[in-house]
């Protein structure tokens, strides 16, 4: 058997690692003109769709451990791109806002996010992609 693209072996996990390479290599690249890293990005989209997260509700339903969560946003509060506020019933929490930096931003950002997505996907159809997606999401 000849050795090529077409007749690698079933191996899931090279192929998904590959699949990452490219898709996080792409993001990475169209962020970098705004100083963001795609971790930092998922933040803030998750900060737009609801406002007021603490870190440890943020890092739990985007599935990241505390220390990366912790580096991300200390990233993006110095970078001007989030606000810490106190929480108003109990001031020892801490509640995470996108600032107006992030907010002037975010239809353009959302925008970079979304043209990756349909670069990656370009070759699939409409139901290729439902299904892609929802492949996608059983794994995490």
């Known amino acids: 058997m000849k050795w090529d693209r ?20 792409r993001f ?6 705004h100083g963001l890293t795609n971790m930092q990005h998922l933040v803030l989209e998750a900060l737009w769709y609801q406002e007021g997260f603490t870190a440890a509700e943020l890092g739990k339903n985007l599935i990241l451990d505390k220390a990366t969560m912790s580096g991300v946003i200390d990233r993006l509060n110095e970078g001007g791109w989030l606000e810490r506020r106190p929480d108003p019933e109990d001031g020892r929490v801490q509640r ?6 992030a907010n002037e931003m975010k239809e353009a950002l959302i925008g970079v996010r979304q043209a990756v997505n349909d670069e990656l996907l370009s070759g699939f159809s409409a139901e290729e992609r439902v299904l892609f997606k929802r492949f996608l999401m059983d794994f995490v």
């Open 6 to 25: 077409d007749n690698l072996p079933d191996c899931i996990v090279f192929f998904l690692a590959k699949a990452y390479q490219k898709a996080h290599g």
């Open 96 to 101: 995470l806002y996108p600032s107006p930096k």
């Open 28 to 33: 990475k690249e169209r962020l970098k003109p």
